[in-house]
């Protein structure tokens, strides 16, 4: 089933002789619990895509259908519920409020959207990130790659339909950086959440199902490599 259809994708930035074409024309389609990895060099245009399909920047032209929605034809306070609800970003900086705890950091998306937070669920994500022990800790109390988890755990927590992770290991050894890459497999394989992530680590992009090349703003490969 298709969770995720790009169509002709543009971003320009700038104007006149500044002008930059981040994405020129970008098409594909996603199926509902596929693990893709995109990859090109800095500049490429793949953490613009990323913004785009979260619905944090917004497209020069081209279309973005999340479950059959067209994604930028909503209002922009449809447009916020759709990033609080059904898209789970992780960055490579993990973005964590310094003043609240782990537990309020994951719960954070759910208080903002005036929901009751989901005990059942925070507790699975707590143990399933191995985070037990620490919920009470701030952000200056853990290490880098149990910041990680809690970033992770913030995305996950209101069951998005897609992950989209860019370079959610480069600030973390090699030992941690595998760890985080299981744990984004094992809510792709658990919950059969759509994991789009960005990696400039050929190791990583070799784990998933599918490989996305861009360059210059076009897609240069789009390969199955396991089903």
Avoid: C, W
Wanted: proline content about 3%; hydrophobic content about 35%; charged content about 25%.
């Amino acid at each position: 089933m298709e969770i995720l259809r790009v169509e002709n994708l543009t971003k320009i930035y700038g104007k006149g002789e500044n002008v930059v074409k981040a994405l020129d024309g970008v098409s594909f389609s996603v199926q509902k619990g596929e693990f893709i990895a995109v990859i090109g060099p800095s500049g490429s245009g793949k953490s613009t895509l990323l913004h785009i399909l979260g619905g944090v920047d917004k497209p020069t032209s081209g279309k973005v259908y999340m479950d059959g929605q067209d994604v930028y034809a909503q209002s922009d306070e449809k447009l916020a519920i759709f990033r609080r609800r059904q898209v789970g970003l992780i960055y490579q900086f993990y973005n964590l409020i310094p003043v609240l705890n782990v537990t309020e950091n994951i719960t954070l998306p759910v208080l903002m959207d005036g929901r009751k937070v989901n005990k059942e669920r925070l507790e699975e994500l707590l143990t399933t990130l191995n985070l037990k022990g620490r919920e009470n800790h701030l952000p200056s109390q853990l290490s880098g790659g149990q910041q990680q988890r809690v970033s992770i755990g913030r995305a996950l927590m209101n069951a998005p339909a897609v992950v989209l992770a860019d370079e959610p290991t480069g600030n973390l050894d090699s030992k941690n950086s595998q760890e985080i890459v299981e744990l984004l497999k094992l809510s792709n394989k658990k919950y059969n959440q759509t994991l789009i992530l960005i990696t400039h680590d050929e190791n990583i992009a070799l784990q998933a199902q599918r490989i996305i090349a861009i360059e210059d703003g076009k897609i240069t490969r789009d390969e199955v490599i396991r089903r």
